[in-house]
Structure formats: C-alpha cells, structure tokens
C-alpha cells in the first residue's frame, strides 16, 4: 500500500451539481454554453423522462442500452452519434449508459475504433464532443472516472478503455432519479458501491488521499442503504447512497478494484447476472479471503459498516454475508441460475483479469478463485 509521500494523480468531472433536484441545472448549463445538438444516452425507462434535464434545442435520444452492454450494443450507439452530429452527448442511466456515452463521445466520427483504444491512455485527443453524465442508481460512480467497459461476446471477457478524454465536463447528481429504483437493485448497487470503496481502501495501491472518499463511502452505505432498501423515497438516505456511488468513483481513477470485482466480472459476461447483483454475492468472500493481508484496515471497513467482528476470517466472512443477506440479496450461484458446470471457466475467466487481480492485497491463485466459487455455488 502506498505511503503518504507516493505519487498519486487525481481527476474530477470539471464540474459536479449535486443534490435533490438538480437535475435541470444540465439543461441551464448547456445553454450557457451555446450547445445546440444533444444526444442522450439512455435505457428505454429513463429515456421516457428526459424531460427532467430541461435541455432545449435539437435533442436526440437513444433509448436501447442494455444491462452489461456489449460491443454490438456500442455498435448501435456509434450509429446514433454519427447521426446526431451531437455538440453534447449526455450519459443518463446506470453505468452501462454512463459508459457506453464515454465511449461515444471519443469513438465516434474518429478513426480510432474501440480494439485500437482498449487498455490505458490509448485515445487520442482532444476529444470533439460535450459529455455530460447523469446517473439514476447508486452503484457504478461511472459518472466520475475516466473508465468505460464493453463486453466482448466472442471471449465472454470485459473490454475496458481508460482515458482522461473521457472525463465528463459535468456531472449532475440529483438523489431523486434514484428513488423509482427497486428495492433489490437499490441493494445491489449500493453493495456495489461500497465494493469499489472496499476494493481501493485495501488495494495494493491504495493511498491516503484516496483512503478518506474509500472509507467514507463505506460509511455512508452501511448508515444509509438499508433505510433506502425499506423506503426508497427516503431523500437523506438516497442522497447518501448517490454520494457514496460518487466517492467510489473516485477512487477507480487512482486506485481501482481488485479480486472482488475480478471474480464478479465473469458472472455478468458469461450468465448476465446484473453487475451489482455480482458483485454483492461475491464481496463477503474475498473481504474475508483478504483479511489476512489487511487486517486493520478490513477491521476499519466492518466498523465503517457497523458491524463488530473479531478479526479472523470466519468472523469477518460471517458478518459481511450477514450485512448482504438481510437487504434481501441473492447470495448463492446457483439461486441466480449459474449452473455447477461453469465454476471452472469461469475461475479461468477471473484468473485471467490480472488489471484487477494485481491490485488485490493477497495473491488470488486460480485454486483460490475456484474454492471461492464452489463455496458461494
């Protein structure tokens, strides 16, 4: 882990509104800036109240993303830009939206195609669009990092681009575009949240100036998701959640997940199990798997999430599943259709995604990542 004298980059959208109804200040904003041509990036429910922006002129709407978009979806996207000829492209949705609008806001009308950019700073700039990003869910705090992922359906593995020419220009974070979110994606998400959190709090290249967004993200989720997932128009606790998905955001840029979401990824690529439904299963398992190689800062997070933990693994394991359980989400394999089958191309699939697994505290063999799945079948 980083000391407090290691170099450490940091990047913010160049402006945040946040907020309960927040929401119109993108439409103000825009016309400030003179953007006449919009094109929004969004799901087919979101895309039915666009109007909540208040964007004026010429605005353009694709409604088709998907759940973990794949590069047929980006496909369709690209299309809709090219033909927008959008001076501002807005991402209005789940991270899927938010990532597949950072995508098309460097890829399209370029020559760069989306295999050239794959992997770090291979975009080229500057880049020719407005981005703007508006997320409706608490979970990926895409709207704040310069990642966006696509899947491959040929390899069944993520495609992850990361550029700074993918920064948005704002993002506007308004609580209330979440309150209409179910009960149990409202669960996931926020669990996902707190992964990115946990994952950079105890990462390998984890540093103290990004240890304070890590460890208060986690605080806001254990204070504040439960009361979402029993009220989901209680205002304070979703705006607690939509900050929380922010400051995990912040801490993808410089720090990134490890094992947790390595072993999440293969369960949304191979089965479409949703990214936040993935990730939550799977985080108890590494939490614990890693307690042994950062023991004072997992203790950290079990507190941060109010719960007392003696320390050892089994401990650790049982109360981070416990925390998981009784927001109603799914915790086994095969409750979410994954056959017995698939356990061991899937832990080759995991052991492959070595940007994740490298970041991970404690070294996650292939017998490892193998163990873990049959335990969580």
Known sequence: MASLDSPITIVRPHLIEFGVGTAGKLGKWAAEKGYRRTLVISDAFNASR?????????????AEVTPEPDTANLEKVL?????ADAELIVGFGGGSAMDLAKLA????????????????????????VALAQVPTTSGTGSEAGIRALVTDPATMAKLAVESLHMLADIAVIDPALTFSVPARTTAATGVDAMAHCVEAFTNRKAH???????I?????????????????????????????????GFCLGPVNTAGGHALAYPLGTRW??????????IFPHVLAFNTPSAPEKTKAVMEALGRETSGNVTSVFDAAYAFCAELGIEMKLSGLGVPES??????????????????????????????????AF
Do not use: C, W
């Not at 666009?50 to 002129?57: F, S, T, W």
């Not at 103290?208 to 890590?214: E, F, G, L, N, W």
């Not at 989720?221 to 922010?246: F, H, I, P, Q, T």
């Not at 698939?342 to 070294?363: G, H, V």
């Open 50 to 62: 666009i109007d909540v922006l208040e964007l004026k002129g010429e605005v353009s709407v694709f």
């Open 105 to 128: 806001a460097v890829l399209a009308g370029s020559a760069q195609t989306l295999h050239a950019v794959v992997g770090p700073n291979k975009v080229h700039g500057p880049r020719k």
């Open 79 to 83: 299309a809709a830009a090219n033909r």
């Open 216 to 248: 208060e993200g986690t605080r806001l989720v254990g204070k504040y998701l439960a009361r979402a997932v029993r009220d989901g128009n209680d205002a304070e606790a979703r705006a607690g959640l939509s900050l929380a998905s922010l400051y995990g």
């Open 342 to 375: 698939d356990l061991d191309a899937m832990a080759d699939d995991a052991f492959a995604i070595r940007r994740l697994l490298d970041n991970n505290p404690r070294d996650l063999s292939r017998a490892d990542i193998r163990s873990i799945y049959a335990v």
């Open 208 to 214: 103290p100036m990004v240890d304070i967004y890590a």
């Open 272 to 281: 479409h199990v949703a990214h936040g439904a993935a990730n939550a299963l």
